[in-house]
């Protein structure tokens, strides 16, 4: 359909077969194209007659406005007088469907917004005179007209763009119209008792307040829109109308007049209570949004207020007592009531200005709000509970909640930054109530569970105090775990485990507090409902209190061992208790951590061996599942297995090492694993060369037992690297490139290691040139582009001298990082740029690199300016920046002739780009040798010419966020 021409015929057919439910994709296309179309300004006119259908006429309306809004620019100056008195006599006269009618005043808004100041000295006055006389007791029609016109115009503002400096000029030319347009609308709202026309004019209030209300004179305008909240029609309007009033950023320089103004709004608070009393909670939203809305943007002159004067203390009291009223109303959430959630954020912005609050003004703060925090927090204990029928709610109902739950413990937090140990104190007065309570009737459970639920949400803020010590009320609330009866009840249980996860740091402070909670972590392992909580424990607990576990050190690994037996665990959660596992095996005796371990993971490496021949034999994908899950399981074990442990006094290339029964250094259990796994996993890769997903876990268990051992590793070096390159040659993986890249890092300097790392690194380019070359595009390959120059650029900025006297294509190897900075995406341009960057940073140092450099220089360079001015994605630019900014540091008599070059090429690297404007760039990046920022400046703006976007609203934007 795109070749069909955009004639009233053509398009009108297309709207109708597209609102007949015929249409197809291309129609849809074809439409949003015929929209922004030179043509639309013309048959636009022919679709909004009124003898058209209703969906023609609509369409035809909202290509008009678009026209107006975004392709003014099209517009001749001749022509915008008759644009405007063709426009305004249809507005006058349409008398079809109010839907396309709004549209028309879009369009109408449009046009103002454009001429306003200048081809159209003061429409809102012009407008305004046009339609006042027209009005008439028996005619309203001009009236409503005239609001609707009124209200879109600032709407229509706030959506239309314009450049910052015309936006300005418009505002400032609104502003200068809003006492006449607000003393208008003030007029129609007294004078007149039809409620369209009350509802319309409220609506127009609401939308221009936005232009700065000034406040001080806001008297009769605030005093009509509160005798609106009386009107059923017209409350939410007029509620809406006094937020946007109250939220202006203007508002906060006229203290005493927002004084004034909240003391008008109080009495609503009894609106508020009435319908909370009635359980009308929906009707309750406008007037609680409107102390809110007060709260959150006044919340610092609300702390002032408070604090210095008892007229002022006693109003902002009262307001936030209406607040708290909505967060504590008696019904359950979300199922009877929805506005509780509403006042979240403004006790979050509260105690973030009373924190900031100087010492004196501070202490006062705590005392005036402390209770108003701990009314909150025992608020929060009751709204979080869980009911015991909530089975019976939809899965969105308890999506809702458990994100409800999530703000309760957020603002639990927060409230902690105000009460400190009192918030502890009252928790801990709750924790035994509920214990008791519970401990009667196992029915009982919802407050113990709730209020498990805030020491968790407080674990956090705890964590990050300075205090060195453990605070008593916290080794007070973790000796009481063990009295808790949670095991008849599984949410409970896993709060608890929660609890014990999050405060695993602290435990760390007072480990005499261990013997308590161990057994609850190990005791839950093995149960389905509780297994996740638990492994989430144990693993924070073995890596929070790794020094203080020792005594625990076999009662935790025979648990994980019973827990893994039961066959009840998820792989997930037996993956996740690697972690812990070999945390405590490193607290062992050395000679005892492998008869531990044995017992645990041979099974699993007994399936492996019998699985890693057989995966490829049968097409069984729970067979590959299991490949998988053993080699994550061995690779998250390693990461913990060590039994190196790091003195507090020694270098950090010292360790600690136990000795043998013959004062030996004791072996690493991590060595001996993988020697005696390296034949296995060997005949893994063998038979899974086709399946990429296997060769990645093998080559991350072997990445991970290199990262355990450091150069522990070395003797098992050749072997490893024989596997790795074994499965690379068959099918070149990123993760073996991660793999190798550590090897080159730590045996870059040893002389011995030089000559057999060169060849590696000589294999490795050329397997992975071969593997970029043999794909249809370089995109195909994007994973391994992206590793692979990562890697050189490591190995290349700390080992460069494995470059040196190398015997492998580096001219391939530039070409092939020169052609990766076209490619769409962008982790392979960034690494291949980074590549680049170092290259030349590091050749200066490196004399053989020199050559390397001059002879592709110039290809790179015009590479990266055909990448600036426009063949590339604009979000890459800042790395073709580094490159750019190191050839001027290092190459810069190369990089002066390289620009004088472009400057005299005709059309490069834009048609849109003149030679004055390539000189300009030229001398502005000759210049900016250190500056990085303003060469970035430099680029993007040169950029923004070569696409022959300056000027234009993207080009705006992207300059506005740096871009």
Partial sequence: MAAVAFTAENVEQAVLQFYQSISTQATHEWLTVAQISPQAWSFSWDLIQQNKAPEVQFFGASCLALKVSRGWMELKPEQIPGLRQRLMDTVVTYTGPKIVLTRICVAVAGLVIHSIGHTWENPIKDLMNKFQPLISAENLRPLLLLLELLTVIPEEFTTIYLTSKRRSQVRACFSNNLKDVLDF??????????????????????????????????????????????????????????SSMVTHPETHKYPNHLMNLLKRLLPLDKLLYEYMNEGSYECAIPVLSLFISFGESHSRLLIDWSTTSQEGRECVLRMISAILAASSCPAQFPTHETISEMPFGFWYILQDDIIACEPEQYEMCVALFGPVYTALVQ??????????????????????????????????????????????????????????????????????????????????????????????????????????????????????????????????????????????????????????????????????????????????IEAIHRAIQSNNLQTNEIIRLMYPLGEMLSLLPSQHILPRLEPIVAPHLQMLSSLGTASTKQSDPQIRAKVIFVLKLMSTLFQTLNISRRADDQPESETCRPTDSRGEPAQQPVFVIVKQCLPLLSSICEHNTDDPEIINSVCMLLKQSVSTLQAEIRPLTQDVVNLTMACYRVSPQPSALDLVKQFFIMYGRDADMQQPLKGLLNELCALTIRTIQSGVTMSDHTELIDCFFAMLAQVLKKQTGLFINNEMDSNILVQCAIHSLTMPEQHPVKSAATFLTHLINVSREAESLVPLVNSHGEALFMQIMRCIGGEANRTFLDYYTDILLALNKKYFDNLNRYLNAMVVTPNFPSEYCTKEQKETFKTTVLRERANKRKLQETVREFSLICRNLIGSEYATQLLQYGL
């Fill in 185 to 242: 609308l003030i007029q129609v709202m007294s004078q007149q008792s039809n409620s369209e026309v009350s509802v319309q004019a409220c609506k127009s209030i609401q939308a221009w307040v936005q232009f700065g209300v000034p406040i001080e004179e806001s008297e009769q305008l605030i005093e009509r829109l509160l005798a609106a909240t009386q009107d059923e029609e017209l409350a939410d309007v007029a509620f809406e109308s006094l």
């Fill in 379 to 556: 608020t929060m204990l009751v709204k979080s509970m869980y009911d015991p029928q909530d089975h019976l709610w939809t899965a969105d109902q308890r999506e809702q909640f458990r994100c409800y739950r999530t703000d309760v413990a957020d603002t639990i937090m927060y409230s902690f930054n105000i009460l400190r140990d009192i918030l502890l104190e009252t928790l801990l007065q709750n924790l035994d109530v509920s214990i008791t309570a519970c401990l009667a009737n196992e029915g009982s459970w919802p407050p113990l569970e709730s209020c498990l639920h805030a020491w968790y949400a407080v674990a956090e803020s705890l964590a990050d105090s300075e205090e060195e010590d453990a605070n008593p009320l916290l080794s007070r609330f973790l000796s009481k775990l063990a009295l808790i009866p949670f095991t008849k009840n599984m949410r409970v249980y896993s709060t608890v485990l929660d609890c014990i996860g999050g405060f695993s740091d602290w435990l760390a402070i007072a480990p005499q507090l261990l013997p308590h909670v161990i057994p609850i972590v190990t005791a839950a392992l093995a149960n389905q409902e509780l297994s996740l909580a638990a492994t989430m424990a144990l693993k924070d607990i073995s890596r929070d209190c790794n020094e203080c576990m020792q005594p625990f050190a076999g009662d935790v």
